[in-house]
């Protein structure tokens, strides 16, 4: 019997499978193995893009063209800053990115020029689209929502005029961190910006992915899905929760598990790497090796977000993106865990598309 061909392809973030200097290449050459549609920029070889000069940037290109691999999403950090002046929270992860002096009023303004280096970026690299944010989450959305869409609308217009494709990833650091925020954003501020559906990010930030996200961002509103594993720490023994710091959306539902003499401590979608342990554990029928750093559930697997049912619903939907794998392992089962999530993850939307 002939399988069906998904028609949801899977990309990857390669800076989040093995980490440091010359990881680049390597990365690459395992998600070609893998067949590996996409991948998605962000740092390479522990350096963000948007740091890069066009020499830098010519030789990414010619290295992912060497795999045989597409650009999904040019990765950036743009509008990971304050709305206003510089004021900045002690949270949020900019991926290496080091920024320049000083040299507007505000760091918008900033911004608004690290948004032209990524139209040209972008032009060298052909990316499906170019990632921004919602401003770190210092207010509430709806206490400054006007502001918010009449500076999206500006670097929309931006980007429409210059000919390149935006999308806004709601991240839960961020004032459009749900994807109820992230469709109430994209309905104010209108086409052509799209939104980049980041399912565990809403979780973390309290959001309900099915249905409450799911029924928001109907009528073709995301052109780009994330999708993470589970999140966990597993440590035999332990007696408590343990927050991330600095993380101002920790949930306080979120408790333990007694799993056979080992405790699983779900951090939302992120994961901690600072056990090692051996041993077996059972997580909701999956027999889990727990050796080394890391030890993950696959996207089919996660016990907190119905992803199947999320997938469904972007399906009935007419949903025709990326599904893109936004976390990953530095520890020396990193290997193992892409491979067992890529081959997870092309099983469910198999199914989703059956």
Known sequence: METLTPMWKISYFPDSILRGEESFETNLALLAELGMDYVEL??????????????EIAAVKKT??????????????IFKCPLRGYDAPIWGDRHGHQAEN??????????????????EISDMLDPINIRCFGFWRQFKLDDV?????????????????????????????????TGVELAKVL????????????????????????????????????????????T??????????????????WREDVAEKDLGGFCLVMYG??????????????????EMNLIGESTIVPVTKVLHIDHPAVF???????????????????GPQAKINVKTTFFALQELIKEVWA
């Not at 918010?148 to 650091?173: D, P």
């Not at 051996?278 to 999956?286: A, C, P, Q």
Request: proline share 3%.
């Open 145 to 177: 929502f006007d502001e918010v869409i009449e500076k999206l609308q500006n670097v929309t217009r931006m980007a429409e005029a210059s000919g390149h494709k935006l999308a806004i990833e709601n991240e839960h650091n961020t004032i459009v961190g």
């Open 312 to 330: 469904k619903a972007f399906r009935a939907d007419g949903y025709e993106g990326i599904v893109a794998v936004d976390n990953g392992f530095s």
């Open 187 to 230: 309905k104010a501020v209108g086409k052509p910006l799209t939104g980049i559906y980041d399912i565990g990010n809403s979780w973390r930030r309290g959001g309900i992915p099915y249905p409450d996200d799911t029924d928001a961002l109907k009528g073709g509103l995301v052109s780009h899905l994330h999708v993470k594993h589970e």
């Open 269 to 286: 979608s992120w994961a901690r790497q600072s056990h090692t342990i051996s041993g077996k554990v059972i997580v909701d029928g999956l």
């Open 232 to 249: 966990i720490d597993i440590v035999p023994g332990c007696t408590e929760i343990h927050k991330s710091w600095g993380d101002p959306a």
């Open 64 to 77: 992912v063209k060497k795999y045989g691999i597409k650009v999904g999403g040019l990765g950036t950090p």
């Open 42 to 55: 962000r740092e390479i070889d522990n350096k963000n893009i948007m740091n890069m000069d066009n020499d």
């Open 102 to 119: 000083k040299i507007n009023e505000s760091a918008y303004q900033d911004h608004l020029k690290l948004l032209e280096r990524a139209f």
